[in-house]
């Protein structure tokens, strides 16, 4: 066959192979590297002989070079800045501290569990420092744990990255060219990453200036702009410094991202479609030239080596960094339990096992078969228990407590004050002065909640719900949406009318045909009781009939829902479950005159069980036993 057809096919096969990875792993809900490894061994030597990495010749280390630094871009402009702002302590030990508690205790397993030379355990441990922002991003995708657990593993995945990387080659070169002053490997380690991180910072300075005055520019053009950009800065890294490069991207991405750039989210998709197919041609290429009998080589050592790196070296690392941090202990095990290995430490591992043979010095393929069995059991035992473990721990997106509610209305008020009783945290924002509410200790912020700045200080990114009850329901959505984009909180909840077209993140508050101003105005007037009911499994059809008619009749609103210790506002679809607490508006259209005279002067609306919810009719609890 023609050198050139079986090249190409090479090319073809692994794009192929890599997007079908992506596919399957889309629809079974698990991290793309699963099966973008699975498929690369099967094609590769060790299964079907199909794809050979090798007949790429150096074409596979500038492959491997330019496609990481896409990566790492893509990285570093996912990265929201004001969330990390909240973990910075955390975050900044992760990448110092952490990285040298890692690198010895990795090295220690090495040695004495793989029985590897202290060199080589060195370079086996410096490889396995770094954790995969693109396996972290995947698997969060699919696990939604609370914010404050995500921004600080996708923080320390892009972060360490370039440092792992980096740190990886000076220890390669001390191990070939004999260096031992540590002095000057630490200040070796520095340069290469301050020169990156300048380039990348000034780069991408320059190019967020020229984005923005370029108005003659297309879209489409801007993208590719920035993808030249990109890899202009990487090349011009590497020339000064090598690997600087990858601090140089990271850098980029984060400076770029501070720009706020009209054409954000054109960027964002292109460069998440740039780094899915990066991703996927790597991760086959890599574990098509895999060796599978390398792995089982290494025996019962190399597999103790990475469970001491999973089960010990990590959780002292996690616990070391965050001692004196807000993170709970929940949040600790979780963070300890969720590091895996991901496409730098086997690209560079790759590169590593090549340099290292062309050198003479035996453990190079040994240092790349326990890299990749790192990544392997990493990924794969993390991926499939993350979910269950965040469950157990109860530390699930879903589980975060707390609310932020715009607009002051007498419902909204009356939330709000629910929320505060529960314990949870809870914010107000409005533009309107007047409507500061008298209790001294509920949070309100006299502004708008489109600025971004307000929705912080309200503590948006720690908090479960965000509630926008204003009298207008477009205005509601557009505040809804800029919630979603800018901190992604678990549940966003809105009132809007029904023929809106609402994106499908956004939930409708209450019931369908839900009026804020006719209810504003049954509390006005003092004309509601406040009830609470709980669910119970004897007449719970019944119990849901009746409550359902009477929310269709306008005469009950369900307002909030307490289910596993935990307030959730009612939504216009919610399905309601046996032990759900609900706490309800009861129109009660008594005038006022006579509530006085009953004795019933009470400003303040109290928590009661209601009788006329409580008492179900007999020929309700007839019809239930039919059902």
């Known amino acids: ?58 074409g596979l280390e500038v492959l491997i070079a330019l496609l990481v630094a896409v990566i790492l871009f893509e990285g570093g402009f996912n990265l929201q800045l004001r969330e990390l702002d909240r973990v910075s302590g955390s975050l900044r030990n992760l990448v110092t501290i952490g990285v040298l508690i890692s690198i010895l205790g990795g090295a220690i397993a090495a040695h004495t569990l793989s029985e590897f030379p202290w060199s080589i355990a060195f370079v086996y441990a410096a490889l396995v420092v770094v954790t995969g922002p693109v396996v972290i991003n995947s698997l969060l995708r699919y696990v939604r744990v609370d914010r404050q657990v995500a921004t600080l593993l996708e923080g320390e995945g892009v972060l360490i990255d370039p440092i792992g990387a980096i740190l990886a080659v000076v220890v390669l070169n001390v191990v070939l060219n004999g260096q031992s002053d540590l002095i000057g490997v630490a200040i070796d380690l520095i340069v290469r990453l301050g020169i990156g991180a300048g380039i990348g910072a000034i780069g991408a300075g320059l190019m967020g200036a020229l984005l923005r005055r370029a108005t003659f520019l297309s879209d489409d053009l801007k993208t590719l702009v920035v993808l030249a950009g990109l890899w202009g800065l990487f090349g011009l890294a590497q020339t000064i410094r090598g690997e600087a490069g990858l601090m140089a991207t990271v850098v980029a991405g984060i400076v770029l991202r501070a720009f706020a750039l009209p054409e954000e989210r ?119 228990s993350a979910q269950t473990i965040a469950n157990l721990l109860k530390i699930t997106a879903e589980d975060t407590t707390g609310a932020v509610i715009v607009g002051c209305s007498p419902l909204s008020l009356l939330i709000a004050r629910l929320f505060r009783d529960q314990g949870e945290s809870v914010a107000l924002i409005d533009t309107d002065p007047d409507s500061y509410p008298t209790d001294a200790d509920l949070r309100v912020f006299i502004s708008s909640a489109l600025d971004t700045d307000v929705l912080e200080e309200a503590g948006l990114a720690s908090v479960g719900t965000f509630l926008a009850m204003t009298n207008n329901g477009e205005v509601n959505l557009v505040l809804a949406q800029r919630a979603i984009e800018e901190f992604a909180p678990p549940r966003v909840v809105s009132v809007f009318p029904a023929d809106s077209a609402a994106s499908v993140k956004i939930q409708p508050a209450f019931t369908p045909q839900f009026n804020l101003k006719t209810w504003n105005q049954f509390l006005s007037d003092s004309a509601v009781k406040l009830g609470e009911t709980e669910f119970k499994s004897e007449n719970f059809e019944a119990q849901q009939a009746r409550l359902r008619a009477m929310a269709e009749a306008e005469t009950l609103l369900p307002v909030l829902l307490e289910r596993d210790q935990s307030l959730q506002v009612c939504l216009a679809d919610l ?10 508006l009861l129109h009660d259209p008594k005038p006022k005159l006579l509530k006085i005279l009953g004795g019933s002067n009470q400003t303040r609306l109290t928590l009661e069980k209601l009788p006329e919810i409580e008492e179900i009719p007999e020929e309700l609890e007839v019809k239930s036993d039919w059902v």
């Open 1 to 58: 066959m023609d050198a050139t057809l079986e090249l190409t096919l090479q090319i073809v096969v692994t794009v192929m192979a890599g997007i079908g990875a992506q596919v399957v792993a889309e629809w079974l809900k698990i991290p793309a590297i699963v099966f973008l490894l699975l498929f690369g061994v099967i094609l590769g030597a060790s299964g079907l002989n199909w794809l050979h990495p090798d007949q790429l010749g150096t």
């Open 266 to 384: 054109l960027l964002k998709r292109f460069k998440g479609q740039l780094t899915t197919l990066a991703v996927s041609v790597l991760f086959i290429l890599l574990s098509a030239d895999l060796s599978i009998p390398g792995i089982f080589a290494l025996g019962w050592g190399g597999l103790l080596t990475v469970f001491v790196l999973m089960f010990v070296v990590r959780p002292l690392n996690v616990f070391a960094c965050t001692w004196n941090s807000d993170l709970n202990w929940r949040q600790k095990i979780f963070l300890s339990w969720v590091a895996p290995r991901g496409i730098i430490a086997a690209s560079v591992a790759s590169i590593f096992a090549i340099l290292l043979t062309q050198r003479g010095i035996n453990g190079g393929d040994s240092i790349k078969a326990l890299v990749f069995l790192t990544i392997i059991l990493t990924v794969v035992l993390q991926s499939v």
């Open 575 to 584: 399905t309601w479950q046996v032990g759900d607490r609900l706490i309800y």
